[in-house]
């Protein structure tokens, strides 16, 4: 269960939440949620998305559910600790399609006082942990971990099983190349596409 800081004044460091889970799991949902939270709450907040991704917008961050909000596509991660200057909370969402220096960014942004609000998948499609998510998740203060409906089973889906043949490890899509599964019917599509 995510419990938000309480705050204390005289505290001048701020902190990492970390939101992840497969594919279809409402990591960009629950995201989208705390940072509208911080917004009606007149705090300064920027979102940041990695700007390969452009599945929905180029410039919104949008979840499944067509939830939205403004965000700015940056190339690299250093890019948001020049942008993020004068936040009270930064948002950053997709974190698995940038660089390792996205760890140490959200690090200095939370030594200065910045609540950074990082949402990604923690697998890659071969069930492999993604990119620097590892990382944000162990330095994060705050670790909520999302859950599909497994598409086969019903169950708790927390892979994400990629429904065509390529093998490159970022391929933007959607329900027409991913589908979530649960770990006995992952297991279950890697051995048939195994045996196939």
Not at 20 to 44: C, D, H, P, V, W
């Amino acid at each position: 269960m995510f419990l938000e800081n309480t705050v204390n004044h005289k505290e001048q460091f701020g902190w990492i939440e970390v939101i992840s889970g497969s594919m279809f799991s409402g990591k960009t949902e629950e995201l989208i949620r705390r940072l509208k939270r911080a917004q009606f709450a007149k705090q300064k907040v920027e979102i940041f998305k990695p700007s390969i991704d452009t599945r929905y917008h180029d410039e919104l961050v949008i979840s499944h559910d067509a939830n939205e909000i403004r965000s700015t596509p940056v190339p690299a991660a250093a890019n948001i600790a020049i942008l993020a200057q004068g936040c009270d909370v930064v948002g950053i969402d997709e974190a698995q399609f940038f660089d390792d220096e996205i760890v140490t960014v959200c690090n200095n942004l939370a030594n200065q006082g910045i609540r950074v609000i990082v949402a990604g998948l923690d697998m890659d499609f071969k069930g492999n942990p993604f990119g620097p998510m590892p990382a944000l998740m162990a330095t994060a203060e705050y670790v909520t971990k999302v859950h599909a409906v497994c598409t086969r089973t019903g169950n708790l889906a927390h892979f994400s099983f990629r429904k065509n043949d390529s093998d490159k490890l970022v391929m933007l899509g959607e329900t027409e190349e991913y589908e979530p599964l649960s770990r006995g019917a992952y297991y279950r599509a890697i051995q048939k596409n195994q045996e196939e």
